[in-house]
């Protein structure tokens, strides 16, 4: 992906069969959708699928249920996923996630409305990337979603892109 100077990316990276995407995790429709339209709003070409709880994201990123003919070398540049949820709370999606190879190289953005120590401590000792807690106000909300999706999907290089980046070239371009 490229960052073109006026959103989140220009292009979509398109090599050997994939495209760059992300992986909402959120028990909320209405925060998927506001999470979705900011991303749409800022450019971001790629793919992004939704899960509706930790299960789901589970069974999608280990090819499994209505998912299991995905290709699970297909992975997410980033994950996006909250914390408070139910069946299975972020903390424990970011616990199996780092527990399997494959997807323990996968970024993960703990985006979410809680600000609970516990939940910050917990996401960073399993190893989240990053913690961000949504803004209530909108006008902040939609900079900060921009931001971090910016950030991690223009700029950030992952071992998930890999070998599908071009590895000479600068993060973003």
């Known amino acids: ?3 073109n100077g006026d959103g989140l990316a220009g292009g979509t990276v398109v090599t050997q069969g994939h495209t760059d995407w992300i992986l909402l995790v959120d028990d909320s429709a209405e925060d998927r959708e506001l999470l979705q339209h900011t991303l749409r709003r800022n450019k971001f070409h790629g793919r992004v699928e939704e899960a509706r709880d930790g299960l789901e994201a589970i069974d999608r990123l280990c090819c499994r249920g209505r998912w299991a003919d ?4 297909d992975l997410p540049r980033a994950i996006f996923l909250d914390v408070k949820m139910p069946r299975m709370s972020g903390v424990e999606v970011l616990r199996e996630l780092r527990s399997v190879p494959q997807l323990a190289v996968v970024p993960v953005v703990m985006l ?5 120590e516990r939940d910050i401590l917990d996401s960073y000792a399993l190893g989240a990337n990053s913690y961000v807690v949504k803004p209530v106000d909108m006008d902040e909300y939609f900079r900060s979603i921009a ?3 910016r950030y991690w999907v223009a700029l950030n290089r992952t071992p998930t892109e890999y070998p599908r980046a071009n590895t ?3 993060a973003g371009r």
């Open 70 to 73: 995905s290709d699970p070398n």
């Open 168 to 170: 000479t070239a600068p």
């Open 147 to 149: 931001d971090v999706g």
């Open 112 to 116: 979410t409305s809680s600000a609970e």
């Open 1 to 3: 992906m490229h960052d």
